[in-house]
């Protein structure tokens, strides 16, 4: 088994206490030398300001690679390429572009009067800058809001048309949902190298809730055996081997790299990159 390149998201700070939490996962996961870091905007953008402040002192007090996430979500086209040419002012030249989901309350996403309509229209604006690598999503099983896979697939070879050189997954539990997924993107024309999402499961209710919002199935031996583990108290155990597997599995058809959801929450993506032989290289420094 190859030892696979990793990259991890983190979430931005909403409070002191977050803050030490997100430092502790930076500290915590750093030394594995990741490809990049990106940090999220909350649900309908609702930490843009935060993110924005969290991705500038990442990239200046860490010197990691790191990605901004930016969407559509209720701004204007010109507020949204101030904050992409903010990032690039702050020497950050990696963005995650997405659509966004819909603010708290509503049901669909409506593009702000004088915004982007659709990630593809903000993806050929970024690109016209020619400051950033651009990393798009893409989705092994349906978008909830997609009609099919075969529109999924086609509206991900428009967003790296349009400018997009590599794409991220959401998360799945079943390897073989992404082996499809990616033998139908090559086969679509899709040239870019599509990253596998993956979400170590540290609360497996609250992960469950989380896959029913973005439409990831869930097998049903994994639901029982979470049931069996909660009641044994062995649930970091299961999901360590859980994840492990999914990954190795992954690696052994020829994935070179993986894209983990830390949550902010550290040590089991930390355990599960040892066990894939992803071993510290270098040691952060706090910062004074």
Same mark, same amino acid.
């Given at each position: 088994?190859? $030892?696979?390149?990793?990259?991890?998201?983190?979430?931005?700070? @909403?409070?002191?206490?977050?803050?030490?939490?997100?430092?502790? $996962?930076? @500290?915590?996961?750093?030394?594995?030398?990741?490809?990049?870091?990106? =940090?999220?905007? %909350? !649900? %309908?953008?609702?930490?843009?300001?935060?993110?924005?402040? *969290?991705?500038?002192?990442?990239?200046?007090?860490?010197?990691?690679?790191?990605?901004?996430?930016?969407?559509?979500?209720? *701004?204007?086209?010109?507020?949204?390429? +101030?904050?992409?040419?903010?990032? !690039?002012?702050?020497?950050?030249?990696?963005? &995650?572009?997405?659509? %966004?989901?819909?603010?708290?309350?509503?049901?669909?996403?409506?593009?702000?009067?004088?915004?982007? !309509?659709?990630?593809?229209?903000?993806?050929?604006?970024?690109?016209?800058?020619?400051?950033?690598?651009?990393? =798009?999503? *893409?989705?092994?099983?349906?978008?909830?809001?997609?009609? /099919? @896979? /075969?529109? /999924?697939?086609?509206?991900?070879?428009?967003?790296?048309?349009?400018?997009?050189?590599?794409?991220?997954t959401q998360f799945f539990f079943d390897p073989e949902d992404f082996l499809r997924f990616r033998d139908r993107c090559v086969a679509a024309g899709i040239n870019a190298p599509i990253i596998p999402g993956?979400?170590?499961?540290?609360?497996?209710?609250?992960?469950?809730?989380?896959?029913?919002?973005?439409?990831?199935?869930?097998?049903?031996?994994?639901?029982? *055996?979470?049931?069996?583990?909660?009641?044994?108290?062995?649930? /970091?155990?299961?999901?360590?081997?859980?994840?492990?597997?999914?990954?190795?599995?992954?690696?052994?058809? %020829? =994935?070179?790299?993986?894209?983990?959801? $830390?949550?902010?929450?550290? +040590?089991?993506?930390?355990?599960?990159?040892?066990?894939?032989? &992803? @071993?510290?290289? =270098?040691?952060?420094?706090?910062?004074?």
């Amino acid at each position: 088994m190859t $030892t696979p390149s990793v990259s991890f998201e983190f979430f931005p700070p @909403q409070n002191f206490e977050a803050s030490f939490r997100l430092w502790n $996962t930076v @500290q915590t996961l750093s030394p594995l030398s990741p490809r990049f870091v990106s =940090v999220t905007y %909350g !649900a %309908g953008g609702t930490t843009r300001d935060l993110t924005h402040e *969290a991705v500038s002192v990442l990239h200046r007090e860490t010197g990691l690679p790191v990605a901004g996430h930016l969407t559509c979500v209720d *701004a204007t086209k010109a507020q949204t390429l +101030e904050i992409a040419k903010n990032y !690039a002012a702050a020497g950050v030249n990696s963005i &995650v572009a997405l659509r %966004g989901d819909p603010p708290k309350g509503l049901a669909d996403f409506v593009p702000h009067p004088d915004g982007f !309509a659709s990630s593809v229209d903000l993806i050929e604006a970024l690109a016209d800058l020619d400051l950033f690598t651009i990393r =798009v999503g *893409a989705y092994p099983e349906k978008h909830p809001e997609a009609a /099919d @896979q /075969d529109h /999924d697939i086609a509206w991900l070879k428009r967003k790296i048309d349009a400018g997009a050189s590599e794409a991220l997954t959401q998360f799945f539990f079943d390897p073989e949902d992404f082996l499809r997924f990616r033998d139908r993107c090559v086969a679509a024309g899709i040239n870019a190298p599509i990253i596998p999402g993956i979400l170590p499961i540290e609360n497996w209710a609250g992960v469950k809730r989380f896959a029913a919002r973005c439409g990831a199935r869930v097998p049903t031996w994994l639901d029982d *055996a979470f049931e069996k583990a909660d009641r044994d108290n062995r649930s /970091d155990l299961l999901a360590t081997a859980v994840c492990t597997e999914l990954c190795s599995d992954l690696l052994d058809e %020829g =994935v070179e790299s993986l894209h983990f959801y $830390t949550l902010n929450r550290p +040590e089991l993506t930390r355990d599960v990159c040892y066990a894939l032989g &992803v @071993q510290p290289k =270098v040691t952060l420094e706090k910062v004074a």
